[in-house]
Each structure stands twice: as structure tokens, then as C-alpha cells.
């Protein structure tokens, strides 16, 4: 997949590069599989909007199997 470009000190969520290349797989990953999405629709959105279709899928999917 590669790596995103991110300015690590407005980053809230990750603080070093290497974590985002590694976590970004399993982002795109976890929402090909709930919401179906193929890889040229997620790779066509911002960052910020990955992580948050990625919070509210996995929401939705932990309600919806109840896994806590």
C-alpha cells in the first residue's frame, strides 16, 4: 500500500511514521471488508477521512456482532 505523508506533530493519532505504514494496511483492510469498499475508492480519500469511515464502520460492526 504504501506510506502516507503526515505531519507528526498534528498527528493525534500516530507519532511516528513507521506505526502509520504498518496500521494504515489494516485501516484499509478492516473497511474492504465491512463496508466493501475497493482499494481505488479508499486510496481516493484524505487521511482524515479514512480514520473516521474506519471509526464508525468499526462501530457499527462491533455493534452489530456485539464484540467488545
Known amino acids: ?9 498534528n498527528c493525534p493519532f500516530f507519532s511516528r511514521k ?3 505504514c504498518n496500521d494504515i494496511d489494516e485501516v484499509f483492510a478492516d473497511l474492504a471488508f465491512i463496508n466493501h469498499w ?5 486510496a481516493a ?8 469511515f474506519h471509526d464508525l ?8 456482532h456485539s464484540v467488545i
Open 57 to 64: 464502520a468499526m462501530q457499527r460492526f462491533e455493534s452489530a
Open 38 to 42: 475497493s482499494l481505488s475508492e479508499m
Open 18 to 20: 513507521e506505526l502509520l
Open 1 to 9: 500500500m504504501g506510506c502516507y505523508s503526515i505531519d507528526e506533530s
Open 45 to 52: 480519500m484524505t487521511l482524515d477521512d479514512l480514520l473516521l
